[in-house]
Protein backbone atom coordinates (compact mmCIF):
# COMPACT_ATOMS: atom_id res chain seq x y z
CA UNK A 1 0.00 0.00 0.00
CA UNK A 2 1.07 3.63 -1.04
CA UNK A 3 2.83 5.61 2.38
CA UNK A 4 0.34 7.55 3.80
CA UNK A 5 1.59 10.00 6.12
CA UNK A 6 -0.70 12.25 8.06
CA UNK A 7 -4.40 11.68 8.48
CA UNK A 8 -5.41 8.89 6.17
CA UNK A 9 -9.20 7.73 5.32
CA UNK A 10 -9.72 3.35 6.51
CA UNK A 11 -12.44 1.54 6.17
CA UNK A 12 -13.42 -1.97 7.68
CA UNK A 13 -16.62 -3.37 7.12
CA UNK A 14 -17.59 -7.17 7.91
CA UNK A 15 -20.11 -9.54 7.44
CA UNK A 16 -20.61 -12.78 9.74
CA UNK A 17 -21.77 -15.33 7.09
CA UNK A 18 -21.99 -18.58 9.36
CA UNK A 19 -22.17 -18.76 13.52
CA UNK A 20 -22.14 -21.38 15.87
CA UNK A 21 -21.45 -21.21 20.04
CA UNK A 22 -17.45 -21.31 19.67
CA UNK A 23 -17.14 -20.85 15.58
CA UNK A 24 -17.92 -17.91 13.34
CA UNK A 25 -16.92 -17.20 9.45
CA UNK A 26 -17.31 -14.18 8.13
CA UNK A 27 -16.45 -11.62 5.06
CA UNK A 28 -14.25 -8.06 5.52
CA UNK A 29 -13.47 -5.95 3.37
CA UNK A 30 -11.18 -3.22 3.80
CA UNK A 31 -10.48 0.10 2.48
CA UNK A 32 -7.62 2.67 2.03
CA UNK A 33 -9.15 5.66 0.61
CA UNK A 34 -5.63 8.09 1.25
CA UNK A 35 -5.04 11.49 2.99
CA UNK A 36 -9.01 12.58 4.59
CA UNK A 37 -8.39 15.98 2.95
CA UNK A 38 -7.79 14.57 -0.57
CA UNK A 39 -8.42 10.87 -1.32
CA UNK A 40 -6.32 8.73 -3.83
CA UNK A 41 -7.43 8.47 -7.35
CA UNK A 42 -8.84 5.31 -7.91
CA UNK A 43 -6.40 3.30 -8.87
CA UNK A 44 -3.99 3.99 -5.50
CA UNK A 45 -6.44 3.30 -3.24
CA UNK A 46 -6.12 0.34 -1.75
CA UNK A 47 -9.17 -2.44 -1.38
CA UNK A 48 -8.93 -6.11 -0.05
CA UNK A 49 -11.66 -8.81 0.75
CA UNK A 50 -10.99 -11.38 3.19
CA UNK A 51 -12.44 -14.46 4.28
CA UNK A 52 -12.16 -14.75 7.98
CA UNK A 53 -12.62 -17.89 10.69
CA UNK A 54 -13.03 -17.24 14.49
CA UNK A 55 -12.70 -19.52 17.03
CA UNK A 56 -14.21 -17.67 20.16
CA UNK A 57 -13.13 -19.80 23.57
CA UNK A 58 -11.72 -19.39 27.04
CA UNK A 59 -8.26 -18.83 27.56
CA UNK A 60 -7.89 -18.26 23.99
CA UNK A 61 -9.65 -16.70 20.48
CA UNK A 62 -8.23 -16.84 17.15
CA UNK A 63 -9.05 -15.31 14.14
CA UNK A 64 -7.29 -16.70 10.91
CA UNK A 65 -7.93 -15.25 7.14
CA UNK A 66 -6.89 -14.96 3.62
CA UNK A 67 -7.28 -11.78 2.31
CA UNK A 68 -7.37 -10.90 -1.96
CA UNK A 69 -6.32 -7.32 -3.41
CA UNK A 70 -9.11 -5.63 -5.13
CA UNK A 71 -7.04 -3.22 -7.06
CA UNK A 72 -3.59 -2.46 -8.36
CA UNK A 73 -2.37 -0.50 -4.96
CA UNK A 74 -3.41 -3.74 -3.02
CA UNK A 75 -1.36 -6.39 -1.93
CA UNK A 76 -2.04 -9.84 -4.06
CA UNK A 77 -2.66 -11.75 -0.95
CA UNK A 78 -2.40 -11.61 2.79
CA UNK A 79 -2.69 -14.07 5.83
CA UNK A 80 -3.73 -13.01 8.69
CA UNK A 81 -3.60 -14.57 12.40
CA UNK A 82 -4.67 -12.59 15.91
CA UNK A 83 -4.69 -14.19 18.89
CA UNK A 84 -5.78 -12.68 21.76
CA UNK A 85 -6.43 -13.89 25.78
CA UNK A 86 -8.98 -11.72 28.04
CA UNK A 87 -7.06 -10.28 30.62
CA UNK A 88 -9.79 -9.86 32.97
Known sequence: MRDCRGSTSHLRLASRIMSTTNWGVALEEYDGFGPLRKFFSGDE????????????????????????????????????????????
Not at 50 to 59: C, S
Open 45 to 88: QSHQLFLVADYDAEPVSVETGIGFGLTQASDNLVLKLILSHDLN
